[in-house]
């Protein structure tokens, strides 16, 4: 794929630091030595080593453990004891303030009674001032839907301080009667269309339960997240991602108030992961800031700005991806554009100029389409513009003559295995046998030639990388379904599937000349795994643990 470009840029790197190695055998260059390893580099070159070395936070040089300890015989010495060592996993797509918002909130997910939940909210009270938002998630709404509970015991523990707390899978949410309150929701309030204030048959006084559509009269009177608040939960989320071995993530919706408080924590030298920010496209203020100024890169590669975001449809499971022909299972439905393809064209002309990366969120064919029309557009009218690197998330189904269309463009697609598995039991009956094929085409686009980097799209996908490899690997969950696979011919291949989650991910930030790889000049950002997945059976990929995670040399976070 794009080996074949970088190949001169890392000879001249191996080329530098290695002679720069053998002229000074006796430096004190490198920090630290990390030998007796198994270390996979993600380099063609010499794809797997015994050793290497780091100072001032990048790799020196790679070689056998004798090699590397003659080299630097002052340096700090790490025994890997046979392990395998990666570089740093680059989450492409994830969403930091979502997975932070989830460790801030009170968790009752698997709490098997009301009376349960009402007893940790109640501990929750006593540690928070009057009037402050008590907010929960995790109750099951599918369990309990045959007998909802009523909010009189949560309003009863809880007089003064409006408590939320949202079902496991966000169809429903359960409230008290001061959050009713400052919602205004009453027994007059009518139900909204897709929802219902489910109410007292007697009184007619609500319950406390509202579903769907109806969640929103009430969560748009929760007060917005202040700054502080998100440097919390982008600190948990980032802790969090640092014991999968994400060292790097693409926040895939950053506000401006999120990077304000990025900001602030890189300020603080509390940001613990490498940032590259995709700016949220409905802030409009902020995106004509970056237009005017363009990309923000960050000399400390902690916190770059480089990409807007922009949305062209909804998601498969509710119908609002947009299609071509109606949905198979509605046939009054196609979805809904939300970004028409002129806007599209027109936005990604203004980051051609600033230099700013475009990456859309496409579900639907005729959303992919779109972006496809509107990329051709606007890059034929910038012909000299050559390394946009336009960005497709998702891509989840596409017109099969479609599929080979990006990679001429230059569009780098971006993907996400545990969608497909998530996804399987009603994909088809949504779009049909023949869209299917064009559905999570991971195989097809790859062998287009395309650049394809794999992510999560956590917190809604877990955030494990190796069980994204396992399942692009398989096709199967968890626990083997189907058997053979869901359409198997679409899934990737071991080295493929590596290379996805590391070098293309590199590549899909503009990035693979000090991310992705563990070869002299890059960033000492690696990880140290449980088992050597270079020889492990696929399905022990779901077994592999993150022992250890270095950023730039330093162990942040080792597994207990
Ligand atoms: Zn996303």
Not at 355 to 383: C, K, M, S, W
Not at 540 to 553: P, R, S
Request: charged fraction near 25%; hydrophobic fraction near 40%.
């Amino acid at each position: 794929m794009f080996h074949s470009r970088l190949i001169p840029i890392i000879i001249c790197f191996l080329f530098v630091f290695s002679f720069g190695c053998q002229e000074t055998p006796s430096s004190k260059l490198a920090d630290t030595i990390y030998i007796n390893g198994h270390v996979i580099t993600m380099d063609e070159a010499n794809p797997e080593v015994g050793a290497f070395a780091v100072g001032r936070g990048r790799i020196l040089s790679i070689g056998t453990s004798e090699e590397i300890a003659s080299a630097y015989p002052e340096a700090d010495v790490v025994d890997l004891e046979r392990k395998t060592v990666m570089p740093g996993i680059i989450e492409s797509h994830g969403h930091l303030l979502s997975l932070g918002q989830s460790f801030l909130e009170l968790n009752v997910e698997g709490i098997e009674t009301p009376e349960e939940v009402v007893l940790k909210v109640k501990e929750r009270v006593a540690e928070t001032p009057a009037g402050e938002w008590i907010m929960g998630w995790g109750w099951d709404e599918g369990a309990w839907a045959k007998n909802y509970p009523t909010n009189r015991d949560l309003s009863a523990i809880s007089p003064e301080n409006p408590v939320y707390l949202r079902g496991l899978h966000g169809f429903a949410c359960w409230a008290n009667a001061k959050a009713l309150g400052v919602a205004g929701i009453d027994k007059d309030t009518p139900n909204p269309e897709n929802g219902e204030i489910i109410k007292n048959p007697k009184t007619g006084i609500p319950t406390g339960i509202l579903t769907n559509e109806a969640q929103g009269l009430l969560t748009r009177h929760i007060p917005p997240m202040t700054v502080t608040q998100i440097e919390k939960a982008l600190k948990l989320a980032i802790e969090e991602c640092l014991k999968y071995g994400l060292t790097s993530i693409h926040e895939a919706r950053t506000t401006s108030k999120m990077l304000e408080a990025l900001h602030s924590l890189k300020d603080k030298k509390e940001l613990k992961s490498r940032i590259y920010v995709m700016l949220d496209c409905t802030e409009q203020e902020l995106i004509e800031t970056y237009f005017e100024s363009g990309p923000s890169v960050d000399p400390e590669n902690f916190l770059t700005v480089r990409c807007i975001k922009i949305f062209v449809d909804g998601a498969l499971g509710s119908r609002g991806a947009a299609m071509i022909e109606p949905y198979n299972d509605a046939p009054d439905e196609k979805g809904v554009v939300v970004t028409p393809e002129d806007e599209v064209c027109r936005l990604s002309k203004r980051a051609l100029e600033s230099g700013l990366q475009v990456a859309i969120h496409a579900i639907g064919d005729r959303a992919n389409r779109i972006t496809l029309n509107a990329f051709r557009r606007a890059i034929e009218e910038y012909p000299d513009v050559k390394d946009h690197r336009f960005r497709l998330e998702h891509a989840q189904v596409v017109a099969l003559e479609d599929i080979p269309k990006f990679a001429p463009l230059g569009v780098v697609l971006s993907m996400q295995p545990p969608h497909a598995t998530s996804d399987m039991p009603w994909a088809e009956k949504r779009v049909g046998s023949e869209r299917i094929k064009g559905a999570y085409a991971w195989r097809s686009f790859w062998d287009s030639g395309v650049h394809m980097t794999l992510n999560s799209d956590f917190p809604g996908e877990t955030l494990d990388p190796f069980v994204g490899m396992y399942t692009a690997m398989t096709r199967q969950t968890p626990e083997g379904e189907p058997e053979g696979g869901w359409y198997p011919e679409q899934c990737l291949k071991r080295d493929e599937v590596l290379k996805a989650y590391t070098i293309e991910a590199a590549y899909s930030g503009f990035e693979e000349n000090i991310k992705g790889k563990i070869v002299p000049g890059i960033l000492a950002d690696f990880i140290v795994l449980s088992g050597d997945i270079l020889n492990i059976p696929v399905k022990e990929f779901l077994n592999i643990k993150v022992a250890q995670t270095y950023l730039g040399g330093e162990l942040v976070n080792e597994r207990q």
